[in-house]
């Protein structure tokens, strides 16, 4: 079945440091794909989103490519600060489904500064 | 504009306790969701409403319940609690309509440990 994998974390980088958070997929077709934040003691919020392949989805300085030919979503911004300290979740469309996600594991961020 | 609220934020049950969660969303959402969170698993949908007066069975529904009490509100139901059933619960509401259901705005959780 349909399926996301996550890098595992935590994943701890200084201040202004490149960040990449790797996220792979298995579907058939072309889902929309998605990254979703949670910070410290708060519900997750939608980071940004693709919906067909070759799409770059972007918010807050953060960048996600959708590749088809790799079936990845790796989200990246250039320069973190400690306020981006965060749990980031990518997730797909469950096939045949209207109202599921499939959600990765989640990756924990830590900045310092 | 509050967003998505959930009572309790905390809660500590024994084995074989009820409890009800509550959630309210203020955005006029037709779709709500309860979600539970354990470490290393990532999110794991338990029970959804795709619309007022209509439930449906996600991933996990088993030892759970759940209301749509209106279009507002969305309660799930713990009527026996189990070890097994300590973690973080998030409430989530998206409007209808194709991939706007996948644009999920989330609460700020309740944390439950059953002992």
């Known amino acids: 079945g349909d399926s996301v994998t996550q890098m595992e974390g935590p994943v701890t980088l200084s201040e202004e440091a490149f960040l990449t958070i790797n996220c792979t997929y298995t579907a058939t077709g072309y889902p929309s794909l998605f990254w979703y934040v949670q910070y410290p003691g708060e519900g997750l919020q939608l980071l940004l989103k693709a919906t067909k392949a070759d799409d770059k989805g972007s918010n807050k300085g953060f960048e996600a490519t959708y590749r088809k030919e790799t079936t990845s979503f790796h989200l990246e911004k250039g320069s973190v600060q400690v306020s981006d300290s965060a749990v980031y979740f990518c997730?797909?469309?469950?096939?045949?489904?209207?109202?599921?996600?499939?959600w990765g594991a989640g990756t924990k961020l830590i900045i310092k500064p | 504009n509050a967003g998505v609220t959930q009572t309790p934020k905390f809660q500590v049950l024994k084995t074989g306790q009820s409890m009800t969660l509550q959630c309210a969303q203020d955005?006029?959402?037709?779709?709500m969701y309860w979600y539970r969170q354990d470490p290393g698993m990532g999110l794991r949908l338990i029970y959804y409403s795709a619309s007022e007066g209509t439930t449906d069975k996600g991933e996990v529904p088993n030892g759970y319940n759940v209301s749509r009490l209106n279009k507002r509100e969305f309660s799930l139901r713990l009527e026996s609690a189990a070890p097994s059933q300590t973690s973080v619960y998030f409430c989530?509401?998206?409007?209808?309509?194709?991939?706007?259901?996948?644009?999920?705005?989330f609460g700020p959780g309740t944390r439950l440990t059953v002992t």
């Open positions: 997730a797909l469309p469950l096939r045949g489904s209207n109202y599921q996600l499939i």
């Open positions: 955005m006029n959402h037709n779709s």
């Open positions: 989530a509401s998206s409007e209808l309509g194709g991939g706007l259901n996948y644009e999920q705005y």
